[in-house]
C-alpha cells in the first residue's frame, strides 16, 4: 500500500479528501452543524497550494449554490455541502441547475428538521432530495452512503454520474455517517482536467469560450416559449428514464432464502444490518435490502424481492415515512408494506427494529 | 473478537481522544473499527461520550444498543451507561468523578485514580491515556507497540514530542487500575 494507505477518518474529513484526490476545481460552502468538517478539513488542506482547487466560504447557502451555478456552466467539476436547512436554502439553484442540464454535487448531511430543528442525525430530507425540493420537474441523482468510505467513493461516483448524464448529484448522508470515524482507503490523485481538456471534452455544452465553434453556448432555463420548454422538458424526461433504466444502484443482505425484508439506507441500514443478524440468530429469515441510489430508486430489486415471494417488508427510516412510499409502488400490492420510524434526531436501536418487525409482519 | 466500548464524562476530559487513540490502535492492529461520538451542545461544558468497537469481522452497526466495556469519568455518565453494560462485562470508573459508586453485581468493577495521579505529577494532559492504559491492562486486545502507534497516528504533529509522556501514563495507568468487585 504505497500510495494508498488505510486511514482514520470522520465522514465529513473524508467528503474533502475525496473533492480534492477526484479531481474537483472548487468547492463553495457555508458552514453548518453536521457537516462543517467539510470545509474545515479543505482549508487545512490548502489543495488551491496542490492541485489548483479553489475553496471559498460563501456569505451564505444561496450564494454557494450560485456559485456552483456557475462554475458548472463552465465544465468545472464543482461541489458543495451543507445540512438540511442550508439544502433547502439551495433548492432554487438546484432547480436552476438540473433545468441547465449541469453537472455538479451537493451533499446534504442530514439534521433534524422540519425548520431549523436539530444538529442530530435524521433522514427526513427523502422527498426534497428525491421528489423535487426545487419547483419542477426535474430529479437529482442521489446517492446515499451507509460507511465512511462510501462517502469517499461516492464523491467520485457522483461527479462522475453528474458528468454522464449532465445533471446534478446528492450525496445524501446524515450526521451520523458525517461524524463517525472508520478506516478509510484513499484513492490515488486524479489530476484536474485543464482549460484545453474540458473545451475539447465538454465544448458542446459548456460556456467555455466559443473558440473556432459558430454558434457560442449558453446556460439557461428561461424559454418564453411554451412549445420550446415542453421540448426541453421531454429531453429532461428522457434522460431520466435512461437514468432509472442504468443507474439503479442497491446492495442485498442475507435476501436471497429471505421471507421478510428490510429496506433501509444510510445509517439506518447500518443500524437493519445488525437487525438481520440478531432475526438471523433467532432462526427468523431476515434480509436487507439497501437501496444506494435513492433515485434512481432500486424498484425492479424489491419487486423481484415481491414476486418471489417475501412475505412481508419493513422499512426502517429516520423520518415519518417517506421512502416507504417508493417501497409500496416497487412491492404494488404483492406483500404487506410496513414502515418504522423515529424523528427529531433519535436513532432507534437494531432490537427495537426488530421487536416491530415481529409485531408488524411476524406476529 | 468484537469489543464495544463507550467512554463517558465531561468534555474536555479527553474522552473522544481517548476513543480514538483506541480506535486507530485497533486499525494498526488490523481489526475492523469504528468510532462513533456525541457531537454538539453536548460537548460544551456537559457530558461526551464516544463509542468505539474493534472486530475481526465487518462492523454491522456502529451504534449499540449495549456494552462489553463502559469507561466512566462522571457520575452522570455512570448513571447513564451502567444499566447498559452487558452481563459480565467490564465497568472502569475514575474514583474523583464518582459519588455513586456502581451498584450492579453481574459486572466486573474497577476503578483508576488517575485524577489524584495526574493532579500529583502534575500532568493533566495525560488523564485520558492513563485510563486507556488502565483499561488496556484488563483487556490487552492491541499490542502495546500498535497503541504507540495508533497515539502518534492519533496526535498532530506537534504533539509527538509528548509520546514519551504517554507511554508512561499508559503503563502507570495498567499500574494504578484496581478490581472493586
Not at chain 1, 425548520?115 to 435524521?122: A, H, K, R, V
Request: include cysteine.
Amino acid at each position: 500500500m504505497a500510495a494508498k494507505d488505510v486511514k482514520l477518518m470522520k465522514g465529513n474529513e473524508v467528503i474533502a479528501h475525496a473533492a480534492i484526490r477526484y479531481g474537483c476545481d472548487g468547492y463553495f460552502g457555508y458552514p453548518i452543524t453536521p457537516q462543517s468538517e467539510v470545509m474545515e478539513t479543505l482549508m487545512e488542506l490548502r489543495p488551491w497550494e496542490t492541485t489548483g482547487m479553489v475553496v471559498l466560504q460563501a456569505e451564505s447557502e444561496l450564494s454557494s449554490i450560485n456559485m456552483v451555478y456557475g462554475g458548472a456552466a463552465t465544465g468545472k467539476r464543482v461541489m458543495t455541502s451543507s445540512s438540511s436547512p442550508g439544502v433547502s436554502l439551495m433548492c432554487e439553484g438546484l432547480s436552476y441547475l438540473a433545468a441547465c442540464e449541469l453537472p455538479c454535487l451537493v451533499v446534504n448531511c442530514q439534521r433534524g428538521g422540519p425548520g431549523l430543528g436539530t444538529i442530530q442525525p435524521s433522514q427526513g430530507d427523502y422527498y426534497q432530495a428525491c421528489k423535487g425540493g426545487g419547483h419542477g420537474d426535474y430529479h437529482l441523482i442521489v446517492l446515499a452512503p451507509s460507511s465512511v468510505q462510501e462517502m469517499y467513493d461516492f464523491v467520485g461516483l457522483g461527479f462522475d454520474l453528474a458528468f454522464k448524464y449532465r445533471t446534478p448529484s446528492m450525496i445524501l448522508a446524515d450526521g451520523a455517517i458525517g461524524q463517525m470515524m472508520e478506516k478509510v482507503v484513499l484513492s490515488e490523485q486524479r489530476p484536474r482536467l485543464s482549460d484545453e481538456e474540458i473545451a475539447e471534452r465538454y465544448g458542446s455544452w459548456a460556456t467555455c469560450g466559443k473558440g473556432k465553434r459558430k454558434e457560442r453556448n449558453v446556460a439557461t432555463s428561461l424559454f418564453m416559449d411554451s412549445a420550446e420548454l415542453e421540448e426541453v422538458n421531454l429531453r429532461l424526461q428522457a434522460k431520466y428514464r435512461k437514468i432509472e433504466a442504468a443507474e439503479p444502484r442497491w446492495e442485498q443482505i442475507e435476501c436471497e432464502d429471505a421471507e421478510y425484508i428490510i429496506v433501509a439506507y444510510g445509517s439506518s441500514a447500518r443500524i437493519c444490518s445488525a437487525t438481520v443478524e440478531m432475526a438471523r440468530a433467532e432462526g427468523i429469515k431476515l434480509g436487507l435490502l439497501r437501496p444506494i441510489t435513492l433515485y434512481p430508486f432500486p424498484s425492479k430489486a424489491i419487486a423481484a424481492l415481491a414476486e418471489r415471494g417475501v412475505k412481508g417488508f419493513l422499512t426502517a427510516e429516520l423520518n415519518a415515512g417517506q421512502m416507504v412510499d417508493d417501497v409500496r409502488l416497487a412491492v404494488n400490492g404483492a406483500a404487506p408494506v410496513e414502515y418504522y420510524g423515529r424523528m427529531g434526531g433519535i436513532l432507534f436501536n437494531s432490537d427495537e427494529v426488530l421487536e416491530v418487525l415481529k409485531s408488524k409482519l411476524i406476529k | 473478537m468484537k469489543e464495544t466500548i463507550i467512554i463517558a464524562g465531561f468534555g474536555g476530559q479527553g474522552v473522544l481522544s481517548m476513543g480514538k487513540i483506541l480506535a486507530y490502535s485497533g486499525v494498526m492492529q488490523d481489526f475492523e473499527v469504528s468510532w462513533m461520538p456525541s457531537y454538539g451542545p453536548e460537548m460544551r461544558g456537559g457530558t461526551a461520550n464516544v463509542t468505539v468497537i474493534l472486530s475481526d469481522r465487518k462492523i454491522s452497526s456502529p451504534i449499540a444498543n449495549e456494552y462489553d466495556t463502559a469507561i466512566v469519568l462522571n457520575q452522570q455518565s455512570l448513571d447513564k451507561f451502567e444499566p447498559l453494560i452487558k452481563t459480565g462485562g467490564v465497568l472502569i470508573y475514575d474514583t474523583n468523578g464518582v459519588v455513586n459508586p456502581p451498584t450492579r453485581t453481574d459486572i466486573e468493577v474497577y476503578s483508576i485514580d488517575a485524577a489524584s495521579e495526574c493532579a500529583l505529577t502534575g500532568q493533566s494532559k495525560m488523564f485520558n491515556t492513563m485510563i486507556l492504559g488502565g483499561y488496556l491492562k484488563l483487556r490487552p486486545i492491541v499490542e502495546m507497540s500498535n497503541v504507540m502507534e495508533g497515539l502518534k497516528k492519533s496526535l498532530p504533529e506537534r504533539a509527538w514530542a509528548y509520546l514519551p509522556q504517554n507511554e508512561a501514563a499508559i503503563i502507570r495507568g495498567g499500574e494504578l487500575i484496581r478490581k472493586v468487585r
